[in-house]
């Protein structure tokens, strides 16, 4: 009997010690980074703004361009070199027929476009968000940041970080399809 | 030749030095300019509370991110503009999410940050007070056979110190 107790009692501390392996080790073998942070914004319309043409000073744009169908914006600037490494694949998304929407972040005007020109255009309106207005009302903390929005204008997902197909298949491509 | 063979020594020891030593990093000299000292106090206190979400650890008072500057520089404008303390750290929630602020609010998610010391606490005196009454439990006479043991115990160091 006593004997019983004292095992018990000796395995009491075992157990809160597996229980806080368990608790630690999941998030680590995941492989969630923990610089990665969720959006403020999901479940959200995309913030009020206006914003100039990256190509056309005089061409402005509002939030109404995020509605009418699904699609992704991406956060992007010259100065950013994940997004340099992920261009190619927003490339082969926009040939795949995807509504791509750019942000270009804090950047240089002329940069940009000498990038999109040499690089390949895959956003079908550019926004310049030179003083990161809009930047900061999405709170993007760091370029590159690819935000899946819905018909309605509404934000689902914000991907932080390089977008390549491992990305895409494994996780974005599931919440881009079953979004309305 | 030595001599070159040591100063190649200080020269190599310098550049490890330098390369090993961390400079802690300085925030860029700002200035701000307040209306009133309550201003300026709200504005210090902000820097302090508020987290850069760039750089997981610091407040937005010591980092040199740029992002911690954007956030720095839109504190000052909304105090500036009169803002309360609240309202700023409401401001910044709304965008980067709670994990901007250093004084994280009571939600189901973090309600183990008050209840996991409270619980941690009271099930230390629960196993402290079993403890003790099991112990007081044990306290008997010795057994007749135990006596008998101790004294022949008590004798034999009696006789062995005579000695």
């Given at each position: 009997?006593?004997?019983?107790?004292?095992?018990?009692?000796?395995?009491?501390?075992?157990?809160?010690?597996?229980?806080?392996?368990?608790?630690?080790?999941?998030?680590?073998?995941?492989?969630?980074?923990?610089?990665?942070?969720?959006?403020a914004l999901i479940g959200q319309p995309v913030p009020k703004f206006t914003l100039q043409d990256i190509f056309n000073q005089n061409k402005q744009y509002n939030a109404d361009i995020f509605k009418g169908q699904k699609m992704l914006l991406?956060?992007?600037?010259?100065?950013?070199?994940?997004?340099?490494?992920?261009?190619?694949?927003?490339?082969?998304?926009?040939?795949?027929?995807?509504?791509?929407?750019?942000?270009?972040?804090?950047?240089?005007?002329?940069?940009?476009?000498?990038?999109?020109?040499?690089?390949?255009?895959?956003?079908?309106?550019?926004?310049?968000?030179?003083?990161?207005?809009?930047?900061?009302?999405?709170?993007?903390?760091?370029?590159?940041?690819?935000?899946?929005?819905?018909?309605?204008?509404?934000?689902?997902?914000?991907?932080?970080?390089?977008?390549?197909?491992?990305?895409?298949?494994?996780?974005?491509?599931?919440?881009?399809?079953?979004?309305? | 030749?030595?001599?070159?063979?040591?100063?190649?020594?200080?020269?190599?020891?310098?550049?490890?030095?330098?390369?090993?030593?961390?400079?802690?990093?300085?925030?860029?000299?700002?200035?701000?300019?307040?209306?009133?000292?309550?201003?300026?106090?709200?504005?210090?206190?902000?820097?302090?509370?508020?987290?850069?979400?760039?750089?997981?650890?610091?407040?937005?008072?010591?980092?040199?991110?740029?992002?911690?500057?954007?956030?720095?520089?839109?504190?000052?404008?909304?105090?500036?503009?009169?803002?309360?303390?609240?309202?700023?750290?409401?401001?910044?929630?709304?965008?980067?999410?709670?994990?901007?602020?250093?004084?994280?609010?009571?939600?189901p998610a973090t309600i183990f940050l008050w209840l996991g010391p409270l619980l941690f606490v009271m099930g230390g005196v629960f196993i402290l007070v079993k403890q003790v009454k099991t112990q007081t439990g044990k306290k008997?006479?010795?057994?007749?056979?135990?006596?008998?043991?101790?004294?022949?115990?008590?004798?034999?160091?009696?006789?062995?110190?005579?000695?």
């Amino acid at each position: 009997m006593l004997n019983k107790r004292r095992i018990l009692m000796l395995l009491v501390p075992f157990v809160i010690f597996i229980i806080g392996a368990i608790f630690l080790a999941t998030p680590l073998l995941k492989g969630s980074d923990p610089s990665k942070l969720e959006s403020a914004l999901i479940g959200q319309p995309v913030p009020k703004f206006t914003l100039q043409d990256i190509f056309n000073q005089n061409k402005q744009y509002n939030a109404d361009i995020f509605k009418g169908q699904k699609m992704l914006l991406n956060v992007w600037a010259t100065w950013c070199p994940t997004c340099y490494a992920e261009h190619t694949y927003l490339n082969k998304l926009a040939n795949q027929g995807l509504y791509i929407v750019g942000m270009n972040y804090k950047d240089d005007r002329q940069k940009a476009i000498r990038w999109l020109k040499e690089l390949h255009n895959p956003y079908q309106i550019s926004l310049f968000d030179k003083s990161g207005l809009l930047g900061l009302d999405l709170g993007v903390y760091g370029a590159p940041e690819t935000f899946l929005i819905d018909s309605q204008g509404i934000i689902r997902y914000r991907h932080v970080g390089d977008l390549n197909e491992q990305v895409w298949n494994d996780k974005l491509s599931a919440i881009y399809e079953e979004m309305q | 030749m030595i001599a070159v063979r040591n100063m190649a020594f200080y020269i190599g020891l310098i550049i490890s030095i330098t390369a090993l030593t961390s400079y802690p990093a300085q925030a860029a000299i700002e200035s701000f300019e307040f209306d009133n000292a309550q201003q300026e106090q709200t504005f210090y206190e902000l820097t302090k509370l508020l987290r850069c979400p760039k750089c997981q650890n610091q407040n937005i008072a010591d980092s040199n991110a740029e992002l911690a500057k954007d956030l720095r520089n839109k504190a000052y404008q909304l105090v500036k503009q009169g803002q309360t303390k609240e309202q700023v750290v409401d401001y910044m929630v709304t965008r980067f999410g709670n994990f901007v602020r250093y004084d994280p609010p009571l939600t189901p998610a973090t309600i183990f940050l008050w209840l996991g010391p409270l619980l941690f606490v009271m099930g230390g005196v629960f196993i402290l007070v079993k403890q003790v009454k099991t112990q007081t439990g044990k306290k008997q006479a010795l057994a007749p056979q135990e006596k008998q043991k101790l004294a022949s115990l008590l004798a034999q160091h009696d006789r062995d110190s005579e000695r």
